[in-house]
């Protein structure tokens, strides 16, 4: 099995910073591309940036310049820095990862179970 842990989340003002950070565990072969993704209430969950093996990112539109994701591949962990935080980014922040868990099967993606960022003063 595979088990993706969150942490960081919390309560932040507005211009503030927090970090995220994600750890995959259990039976892994490789991972391909990790993520973070955020939901609100009624709405849907929305990628906010993504990390491929090689270091290739992809950001939301509406977290460019202000998050930065980065990942340890040796630790299987990734993390994202979200800075200049604004109201509008408070969600359910979710970690995924695009694993093989053995050589020469398919791959799969799993998820973290969330953590909650509330941006408000």
């Known amino acids: 099995q595979v088990q993706l842990v969150e942490s960081g989340g919390g309560l932040v003002q507005p211009g503030g910073s927090l970090r995220l950070s994600c750890a995959a565990s259990g039976t892994i072969f490789s991972i391909n591309a990790m993520g973070w993704s955020r939901q609100v209430p009624g709405k849907a969950r929305e990628l906010v940036a993504a990390i491929t093996s090689s270091g290739s990112t992809t950001y939301a539109d509406s977290v460019k310049g202000r998050f930065t994701i980065s990942r340890d591949n040796a630790k299987n962990t990734v993390s994202l820095q979200m800075d200049s935080l604004k109201p509008e980014d408070t969600a359910v922040y979710y970690c995924?990862?695009?694993?093989?868990?053995?050589?020469?099967?398919?791959?799969?993606?799993?998820w973290g179970q969330g953590t909650q960022v509330t941006v408000s003063s």
């Open positions: 995924n990862a695009n694993l093989t868990q053995k050589y020469g099967s398919s791959r799969s993606v799993y």
